[in-house]
Every structure is written in C-alpha cells, then in structure tokens.
C-alpha cells in the first residue's frame, strides 16, 4: 500500500513481557518518527530516525524502550519488561526530510494498539 | 512541562455552525505550527499547516489565524458540517522538524 503501515493493530500482553512493534514508511521517506497515544491525550514524541540512525531519542520514558531502522526502512519499537503503564496506542509516523523537499508533513500510520494486563 | 496547551477539550456546534479551537505555545522557537485532524481508530492526518510569518492562512472552510507577539494560534472551521466531527490537535516544531510537540486535543462534535 502507499500508506505507513503498521503491525500488529492490537497487542494483548503480560506485564512483564516483551513486546516488539513494527512500521513499515512510505517508501522514499527517510524520516520516521514513534509517537506514543495514551487515551485522550495526544500524541507524545518518542524518538525520531534521520535514516538508519536515531537523530533524536529524547522521548523514550526509560530504558526498558528501543528502537531500531536497521535499513533505513522498516522500523521496530521494543519494550522490555512491560508495565501496565504501557498501554497506549503506538504511532508510526513518515515524512520526507527537508532537503528533499519535505514540507513539515507527517504521514501516520493507524496505530498499534498495546494493552498490558 | 506541557509545550503546546490547547483548548476546549470538547466543543459542540450545529452544522452550519463556525467551530474554534484554540493553541498557545511558549518556545519562541516554534517554526511551524500544523493541524491534525483524527477520526476514531485512525492516525492524525494534516489539515493544514501555517509558518509564523504570516498571521492567517486559509484552505476551504478551514483558517488558521496566528498571533506571534501573544504565542497563540487558532483553527477555524466555517459552516461546520457532521463529517468535521473528529478529534483535532494543534502541534509545534522548529524549523528542522525532528520533533513534533502536540496539544491534547479537541473533540469537535458537529450535531446535525
């Protein structure tokens, strides 16, 4: 598809458990951002990627969070030891960089869902 | 400390109706400043979007109006139509756009 795609939509899990979420970018976008949704609230910055590398990780509550964009492409957010907390939807965002004619637009994804029980 | 506040939390208006959703923002600098409309179960999605050298921008029946001597920007939706109910987020970044700050968001509900 031609949207930001993002697996799985709903995750049910233990605390304590691991838990890995994955986005799939628009093609040709090198910037991808995670943001994290919790229930009437909005979006709250995690961490942005500028190509492979994680340009900014200030967002990431603690280190139990990690996130990878081994290609430069495809990105994963892993959280470790999941805590009730957690629970919030997951937002995959792309967009193209400035330098390549982005124009600030960012292009999200619908979400994974994630309940820690 | 929260970077963009937003309000109302939920606002009702007749169709037909103008519905206004207001932002303030204290980090200077903030380059740009969007609008993200969402739908249940769906990401945001840009509305529209203005840069602080301008005070209005327009697209349809949609305006951003900004102030930057008072740090406030505002969305207005003219006649005001029950496909406009969603949930809308005013946002904030600085020019390099590396990290979005979003306010928490207005539930607009356009009764018919």
């Known amino acids: 598809g031609a949207g930001v795609s993002q697996t799985p939509s709903n995750k049910v899990t233990e605390k304590g458990k691991y838990v890995e979420l994955r986005c799939d970018p628009i093609?040709?976008?090198?910037?991808l951002y995670w943001y994290r949704q919790s229930l009437g609230q909005g979006p709250e910055f995690l961490i942005y990627?500028?190509?492979?590398?994680?340009?900014?990780d200030s967002g990431l509550p603690n280190d139990r969070f990690f996130a990878v964009r081994p290609e430069g492409s495809v990105s994963t957010l892993k959280i470790q030891r999941t805590e009730r907390g957690d629970s919030a939807v997951y937002l995959c965002?792309?967009?193209?960089?400035?330098?390549?004619?982005?124009?600030?637009?960012?292009?999200f994804g619908e979400g994974s869902r994630l309940t820690v029980l | 400390q929260q970077q963009v506040k937003q309000s109302p939390q939920s606002l009702i208006v007749q169709k037909g109706g103008i519905s206004i959703i207001n932002c303030a923002y204290e980090?200077?600098?903030?380059?740009?400043f969007p609008w993200y409309q969402q739908f249940p179960g769906k990401g945001p999605a840009l509305l529209i979007a203005i840069r602080p050298d301008v005070s209005e921008k327009k697209e349809g029946r949609f305006t951003i109006s900004f102030n930057k001597s008072a740090k406030q920007f505002s969305l207005h939706i003219m006649d005001s139509q029950p496909g406009d109910s969603a949930t809308y987020f005013c946002a904030a970044s600085g020019n390099n756009f590396n990290k979005f700050y979003f306010g928490s968001g207005t539930k607009l509900n356009v009764k018919p």
């Open positions: 965002a792309s967009s193209l960089t400035v330098t390549s004619g982005g124009t600030g637009e960012l292009f």
């Open positions: 093609s040709g976008h090198t910037a």
């Open positions: 990627f500028q190509g492979t590398g994680a340009a900014d």
């Open positions: 980090n200077t600098a903030f380059d740009y």
